[in-house]
């Protein structure tokens, strides 16, 4: 299975984005797909999830109302939106896939190499 993400970059504070993760190698259907960030210095820490059968989604407190997680199966793709920028959400971004477990914990088998995104 791989992961390739995009999307990332330079944006002003209270600007948007929108990262895409694309999947191959592997099905679509049957497990969770998630977003994380890690900033420099800082722990990896999970942004949102979801499933990709039930469509399913979490996110963490520090992105609730400002992003949101989404998928389409037929293309095999995740995205992120993100939305209301801040300077603390300045991280590289990774999306991940496994099973709805191993998502959750942050210990999934499959990652993206990651996209930047920095926020001034």
């Known amino acids: 299975v791989q992961l390739v993400e995009s999307g990332g970059g330079p944006v002003q504070a209270g600007g948007s984005l929108r990262l895409s993760c694309v999947v191959s190698g592997g099905s679509f259907s049957g497990k969770c797909m998630g977003w994380f960030r890690q900033a420099p210095g800082k722990q990896r820490e999970g942004v949102a999830r979801?499933?990709?059968?039930?469509?399913?989604?979490y996110y963490a407190d520090s992105v609730k109302g400002r992003f949101t997680i989404s998928k389409d199966n037929a293309r095999k793709t995740l995205y992120l939106e993100m939305n209301m920028l801040k300077p603390e959400d300045t991280a590289m971004y990774y999306c991940?896939?496994?099973?709805?477990?191993?998502?959750?914990?942050?210990?999934?088998?499959?990652w993206g190499q990651g996209t930047q995104v920095t926020v001034s």
């Open positions: 991940a896939a496994d099973q709805c477990q191993r998502v959750a914990s942050g210990t999934s088998r499959y």
């Open positions: 979801i499933a990709t059968d039930s469509g399913n989604t």
